[in-house]
């Protein structure tokens, strides 16, 4: 086998990260958050360009340096051209050109939310990796989808959120709580001392295999302002409670979806993938699935379900082995393009 070795990128969001993948391996996964949004609570754009400014070059330096290899043994650079935040991909667009260009080497555009769901490709002592045709449900910060995949880059979008994320679903009911941003891991971290049935939240009535959670942030907003008119101390009283509620509601959502999807195809191979595959609960739910409905799921190791370069690396690899590289005038795209 020859070693072929990918330098992956992401910058589409919030998170600046690079990773050396050595054939399916990964050798190193940095990643550089950005604090510096947490007390705007939410991603600031302006502020997300400048970190990536910053953070490129070090973050770069240390996935080189923990992979123990030199720049100069590369195969090929792959990053992230969209879908994301403009500003953001920009600078991991350009940096790329730029380091293939003065390496020789090919360069690799990644989609983003392909990655998300081909994290699943990476090897990984304890995680298998599934066959095709399996569904893949992408649950991040910027999207909510149900993909049907039937090869490494033949997929379909089946189902998909109609207006908010589900991340956002977890960020915006958090910040009502006076949660700090990203309110996802607090929430999951509250809830499992809580009682999920305490109080209940009014699902979504949405046709098919489509999401909507705008309504239940509204329907969050409004019980609380409600429960606080009568008790300005309903909130520190119940956080644990109001938290698994909504966590147990979120996951309900996800799981109706994924079981009519399921249904509808007759494909049991179940993968999650994006930031809030890192929940406790759906990860809980999906091994419920297991003998419940007889399913194979598929969970991310921890490290390749928020956003990380690992992921853009293995699909790098992929494209690699295909020869795929990206045109000489590869542009960054705000929207996705599978
Ligand atoms: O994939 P990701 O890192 O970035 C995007 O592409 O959006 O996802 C970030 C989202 C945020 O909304 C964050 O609150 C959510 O993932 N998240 C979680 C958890 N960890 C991260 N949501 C629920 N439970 C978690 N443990
Ligand atoms: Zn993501």
């Not at 400048?50 to 195969?75: E, M």
């Not at 699902?203 to 705008?214: A, Q, T």
């Not at 699935?289 to 370069?309: H, L, M, R």
């Amino acid at each position: 086998e020859t070693d072929t070795y990918i330098l992956g990128i992401e910058s589409s969001c919030d998170d600046t990260a690079a990773a050396i993948l050595h054939n399916g391996k990964i050798l190193s996964n940095v990643v550089a958050n950005q604090a510096i949004h947490y007390r705007y609570g939410g991603v600031v754009p302006e502020l997300a360009s400048r970190a990536h400014q910053q953070n490129i070059v070090p973050v770069v330096h240390q996935a080189l340096a923990q992979a123990n290899i030199d720049k100069k043994q590369l195969s090929a650079i792959a990053f992230t051209s969209g879908p994301g935040l403009m500003g953001s991909l920009l600078v991991g667009t350009s940096f790329s050109k730029s380091l293939a260009i003065g390496l020789d080497i090919p360069l690799i555009d990644v989609d983003h939310m392909q990655a998300h769901i081909l994290a699943h490709f990476i090897d990984e002592e304890g995680f298998d990796k599934p066959d095709f045709p399996f569904l893949a449900m992408t649950i991040s910060g910027g999207h909510t989808q149900i993909v049907r995949v039937d090869d490494y880059f033949k997929m379909e979008v089946i189902g998909q959120t109609i207006d908010d994320a589900v991340g956002e679903a977890f960020d915006k009911s958090g910040k009502i709580l006076g949660l700090h941003y990203p309110a996802g891991p607090v929430i999951d971290k509250l809830a499992k001392q809580g009682n999920p049935k305490a109080f209940s939240f009014t699902k979504p009535r949405v046709d098919g295999l489509d999401f909507s959670f705008s309504g239940l942030k509204t329907g969050i907003l409004y019980f609380i302002q409600k429960q606080v008119k009568d008790n300005p101390n309903f909130i520190e009283e119940n956080l644990t409670d109001i938290c698994a509620s909504i966590q147990h509601t979120i996951i309900n959502i996800l799981m109706d979806k994924l079981v009519k999807a399921s249904k509808q195809t007759g494909i049991k191979q179940i993968a999650i993938g994006g930031g809030v595959s890192a929940n406790s609960g759906i990860r809980q739910a999906l091994k419920d699935a297991e003998s419940q409905y007889g399913w194979k799921p598929f969970v991310p190791k921890f490290e390749y379900t928020t956003d990380n370069a690992g992921m853009i690396a293995i699909v790098g690899y992929l494209k690699y082995l295909e020869g795929n590289f990206a045109d000489d005038r590869v542009v960054a795209k705000a929207r996705t393009s599978f």
